[in-house]
């Protein structure tokens, strides 16, 4: 059981709950009954509340808008066939969130208060976990300055906040993927490995440009030769080659994700060798053509697994065997369903229950 004695907790009068439509739950627009959050101020972490979710008050000036201290963190909870609900490696989002933090020189947040304080919304709310199968709360944690303050100073007070919302499977359509040559997403020594707002919003012009190209997503290539490749969209990219699952090595410019971390940890113990380390554009393209590359996937907690169908560069497209004949991407998928929904025994612990 979680300890909550010490968040207080404002239930909201009626519940949304009767008028949300869950056939229909596009990503992102649907937010459950209650939020949390809590105040950085004098140099401690307090005011730790769950309450009705709505609109907050802030002063125009706050830094957050101006230079951008935010950033945020993503995961989610599950309805077990037995109504039990588990949210999924909380502990990993709370060391990264401080990862986040540290690198926007912003104050960390006890691990424990992280998963204490998702777990007690995530109560609070659990009716919203959805019981559909496939259906999942989508978990937003995030932080942001809040100093009314222009000058380009890190701030002295920020907010952490949590929102909930309901979400549908995510049916990934085989992907058009362009490998991105222009456009950067991160530098070395910049912050790709933070969760950080700034990050996104750079993003969306290459995406932009590559949706109207006709693509899906983008391939992120290193900024300094585009030579090598770094992440796929918002999601780590990952590739079977000559049976071995490779993919980029984490490093400054990419984001350490959970169901990379994940996957790796479940194909070493299928007895798959993994290779982390850089992968260039020449060795995927060259094995994409001699048939050697068998599946390219972004990994990530919204769509666990996007697979590829189709890799352009410069012109020419580079087309994967049929996705949905992958052994290996509907293996691993069903191996991180089967612990996330617990129909198997969870015996990594990764599953933390609410
Ligand atoms: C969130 C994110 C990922 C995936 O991380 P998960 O922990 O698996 O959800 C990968 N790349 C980027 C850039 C991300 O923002």
Not at 29 to 43: E, I, N, R
Not at 96 to 105: L, P, T, V, W
Request: aromatic share 12%; charged share 25%.
């Amino acid at each position: 059981m979680i300890e909550t004695s010490n968040i207080k907790v404002t239930k909201a009068a009626t519940s949304k709950l009767p008028q949300i439509d869950f056939d229909n739950l596009p990503f992102g627009k649907t937010f459950s009954d209650h939020m949390l959050t809590a105040d950085y101020a004098d140099g401690e972490w307090k005011n730790f509340e769950i309450l009705p979710f709505g609109d907050i008050g802030l002063s125009p000036a706050i830094s957050a808008l101006h230079y951008g201290q935010s950033f945020f963190e993503g995961l989610k909870a599950y309805r077990h066939a037995d109504g039990q609900i588990s949210v999924f490696r909380p502990d990993q989002n709370a060391a990264r969130f401080n990862k986040s933090a540290e690198r926007m020189c912003m104050p960390t947040l006890p691990e424990d208060l992280f998963i204490e304080g998702i777990l007690a919304l995530v109560n609070v709310d659990k009716d919203w976990v959805p019981s559909k199968e496939n259906y999942t709360l989508y978990i937003r944690p995030f932080m942001f300055a809040t100093d009314p303050f222009l000058g380009v100073a890190p701030s002295t007070t920020y907010k952490f906040m949590v929102l909930l919302g309901p979400t549908g499977p995510y049916f990934s359509k085989n992907l058009r993927v362009k490998i991105e040559t222009e456009y950067t997403r991160a530098a070395e020594g910049g912050f790709g490995y933070a969760k950080a707002a700034g990050n996104y919003g750079g993003s969306l012009l290459p995406a932009k440009k590559a949706a109207q190209q006709g693509f899906d997503q983008l391939i992120w290539t290193d900024a300094k030769s585009h030579e090598y490749i770094e992440e796929m969209g918002a999601a780590n990219a990952m590739f079977v080659i000559d049976g071995k699952l490779v993919t980029p090595s984490t490093r400054d410019t990419i984001l350490d994700g959970i169901t990379r971390k994940s996957i790796i940890e479940l194909a070493k113990g299928f007895g798959m060798e993994v290779e982390e380390r850089r992968i260039s554009v020449k060795e995927l393209l060259e094995a994409i053509a001699n048939g050697t590359c068998t599946d390219a996937f972004g990994a990530g907690t919204a769509a666990t697994i996007a697979q590829v169908a189709e890799i352009e560069h410069e012109g020419k497209t580079y087309t994967l065997p049929n996705p949905a004949e992958s052994v290996f991407a509907n293996k691993m998928r069903k191996a991180l369903d089967d612990i996330k929904f617990g129909r198997v025994e969870d015996v990594k612990g990764w599953n933390y229950m609410v």
